[in-house]
């Protein structure tokens, strides 16, 4: 079975963004990108909220056409344009999207469709509403988090709307020159699941 992974960037004191949405904190580095993309290259799906999948179609299609397209957006581009893409919106139209599935309703039931489906793990990037809509349901296998050295006092929690205690364990960590860590958890229930 095919496994939901959570991407996000956190801030030290546990938040994903400041409390309007803010990001402007997170650090980005072409060490950090050609670190993702390894990994990223390797997924065949991915799964966002609706803001963050508009903000992704605002940009990614055409990044690697714009004068002056770094190394990351001319390959961040081309995987964007590849990968299936599923959107969980009650408000998003379906229709003229390109690669792209959008889940309105029974959560649940078609996450647990998308993992039985053939293909690698699913990727979910940020939407941190959509992620805490998930997490309710425990339909999260897993983290990939990256730390980054910064305080942000409030905003969007990570974690939100969790019904029980969840057990992880440590897969692998990387430690970039900014300062940012990267943290990878799987579920220790989902371990358990695969080497009884």
Do not use: C
């Amino acid at each position: 079975m095919r496994k939901v992974i959570l991407f996000m960037h956190v801030s030290l004191d546990g938040f994903v963004a400041g409390l309007n949405g803010e990001m402007d904190w997170i650090n980005t580095s072409d060490e950090l990108f050609n670190f993702v993309g390894q990994r990223i290259n390797q997924t065949d799906t991915a799964l966002y909220g609706r803001v963050t999948y508009q903000m992704m179609e605002g940009y990614w299609p055409t990044a690697a056409e714009r004068p002056g397209a770094s190394k990351h957006d001319l390959e961040h581009s081309r995987w964007y344009k590849s990968v299936a893409k599923v959107v969980l919106s009650k408000t998003l139209a379906a229709e003229n999207l390109s690669n792209t599935r959008v889940v309105s309703g029974n959560l649940a039931s078609a996450i647990h469709e998308l993992k039985q489906q053939a293909g690698s793990e699913i990727l979910m990037f940020g939407s941190p509403l959509a992620a805490h809509a998930l997490m309710a349901e425990n339909l999260i296998d897993g983290y990939w988090l990256f730390v980054n050295p910064v305080v942000l006092g409030e905003g969007i929690p990570l974690f939100k709307g969790l019904k029980e205690k969840s057990v992880l364990r440590l897969v692998s960590s990387q430690v970039f020159e900014s300062g940012v860590v990267s943290l990878d958890y799987v579920s220790e229930g989902e371990e358990r699941l695969q080497n009884p």
